[in-house]
């Protein structure tokens, strides 16, 4: 089946400029999960869907991070007024919910640079 | 809360030797460990994981982990490493289902000719 996919890949935007960022989960998991990578850097947790609500906002870096997902499905990342220290590559996960322990299915991300 | 410790950031090592990526995690309960691999260029894909029984757990591509709940640890083994195995290894812990999981920075695995 098809597996977690991202939009866009790549995202080049100007300082200021808002971006939105698209993860679509493998179908039938409920978790969805939004992670930045850093250059050279590790995982950096931002936010957690359980269905459609988050339980778990703490990751998100500033008010000018935001998401949403809807239908138990596809999930945007928005973040408004980007900043360089924005530029990163951010995945998403997905997982199914109970007796799965978050075994998480990652997406080839979506690069992001911000000039 | 749960934190996860990778102390070594980058281990070189030669084809067809061992080697041992250090995983060390903290958390005031029960918690279900994974390792993570990302290839160059790729995404991340899931190597092994440790829920329940057996504390060692064999993976893909030859790699495995022991869970060693006194030490609070799960390392990555593999006997003898290829050339392919180069890549970024990040361990993962959870306290289960629903529940938020935590990466380590990782370790960046150089296998050397």
């Known amino acids: 089946g098809a597996g977690v996919s991202q939009s866009p890949s790549n995202k080049v935007t100007e300082k200021g400029k808002d971006v939105e960022l698209r993860c679509d989960p493998i179908?039938?998991?409920?978790?969805l999960y939004w992670y930045r990578q850093r250059l050279g850097q590790g995982l950096e947790f931002l936010i957690y869907?359980?269905?459609?609500?988050?339980?778990?906002k703490s990751g998100l870096p500033s008010d000018r991070f935001s998401a949403e997902r809807t239908g138990e499905s596809v999930s945007t990342l928005t973040i408004q007024r980007t900043q360089q220290e924005d530029s990163a590559v951010y995945l998403c996960?997905?997982?199914?919910?109970?007796?799965?322990?978050?075994?998480?299915?990652f997406g080839p991300g979506t690069r992001l640079t911000v000039l | 809360a749960q934190s996860v410790t990778q102390l070594d950031s980058q281990v070189p090592v030669f084809e067809e030797a061992p080697v041992e990526l250090r995983c060390n995690y903290s958390?005031?309960?029960?918690?279900?460990l994974f390792w993570y691999v990302q290839y160059p260029n790729q995404g991340l894909q899931l190597l092994l994981k440790?829920?329940?029984?057996?504390?060692l757990v064999k993976g893909i591509n030859g790699f495995e982990a022991e869970f060693n709940k006194s030490q609070t640890s799960f390392h990555l083994r593999k006997p003898s490493v290829h050339i392919s195995d180069t890549a970024e290894y990040f361990c993962?812990?959870?306290?289960?289902?629903?529940?938020?999981?935590?990466f380590g920075t990782g370790t960046k695995l150089q296998v050397i000719p």
């Open positions: 996960a997905s997982s199914l919910g109970a007796d799965h322990y978050n075994e998480q299915f």
């Open positions: 179908s039938g998991h409920t978790a």
């Open positions: 869907f359980q269905g459609n609500s988050a339980p778990d």
């Open positions: 958390s005031s309960v029960s918690v279900y």
């Open positions: 440790y829920l329940s029984g057996s504390t």
């Open positions: 993962a812990v959870t306290k289960g289902s629903y529940q938020k999981v935590t």
